[in-house]
């Protein structure tokens, strides 16, 4: 699988929770790759929402949001955010604009969780670089 979101506004996510530290590129690639991951299972689930009430169209209600944010508040770029969400489901569902923003603003505030996690991680191990590692553990503790 193809990572499909650039790693730029991943390392900016990354780069606002690390305050002083510096941040490797390979934290942010890897972090990247999680959160495709992540986002192409919720929509599984919100494909499978959608289905139940009839539609082929997710909507930002299939991914429990009931507000969306503005999009200009996101780092997240919301058109690979589109590709991210089609990865796992069928062709034939789509995807609203609504459910796009939503997807990235639920995306962003688990990037920005991970990373947190990963600045406290290099900062116990008295780093100064966050770097995939400090991502991987972070999975392999609370996945």
Same mark, same amino acid.
């Given at each position: 699988?193809?990572? #499909?979101?650039?790693?730029? $506004? +991943?390392?900016? /996510?990354? @780069?606002?929770?690390?305050?002083?530290?510096?941040? %490797?590129?390979?934290?942010?690639?890897?972090?990247?790759?999680?959160?495709?991951?992540?986002?192409?299972?919720?929509?599984?689930?919100?494909?499978?929402?959608?289905?139940?009430?009839?539609?082929?169209?997710?909507?930002?209600?299939?991914?429990?949001?009931?507000?969306?944010?503005?999009? #200009?508040?996101?780092?997240? $770029? +919301?058109?690979? /955010?589109? @590709?991210?969400?089609?990865?796992?489901?069928?062709? %034939?569902?789509?995807?609203?604009?609504?459910?796009?923003?939503?997807?990235?603003?639920?995306?962003?505030?688990?990037?920005?969780?991970?990373?947190?996690?990963?600045?406290?991680?290099?900062?116990?191990?008295?780093?100064?670089?966050?770097?995939?590692?400090?991502?991987?553990?972070?999975?392999?503790?609370?996945?």
């Amino acid at each position: 699988m193809s990572v #499909e979101l650039p790693f730029a $506004p +991943v390392d900016a /996510i990354i @780069r606002r929770n690390a305050g002083s530290l510096r941040v %490797s590129a390979d934290a942010a690639e890897a972090l990247a790759t999680r959160i495709q991951s992540h986002g192409a299972s919720l929509a599984v689930d919100a494909a499978e929402s959608a289905t139940d009430d009839g539609r082929k169209t997710l909507m930002a209600a299939d991914f429990g949001v009931q507000q969306v944010v503005d999009r #200009e508040q996101l780092e997240l $770029p +919301v058109a690979p /955010i589109d @590709r991210i969400a089609r990865l796992e489901i069928d062709d %034939s569902y789509r995807v609203s604009t609504d459910a796009r923003i939503a997807l990235a603003d639920i995306l962003e505030e688990y990037a920005d969780n991970v990373a947190a996690a990963a600045v406290t991680l290099a900062n116990h191990a008295n780093r100064r670089t966050v770097q995939a590692d400090d991502i991987e553990t972070y999975f392999s503790l609370f996945e």
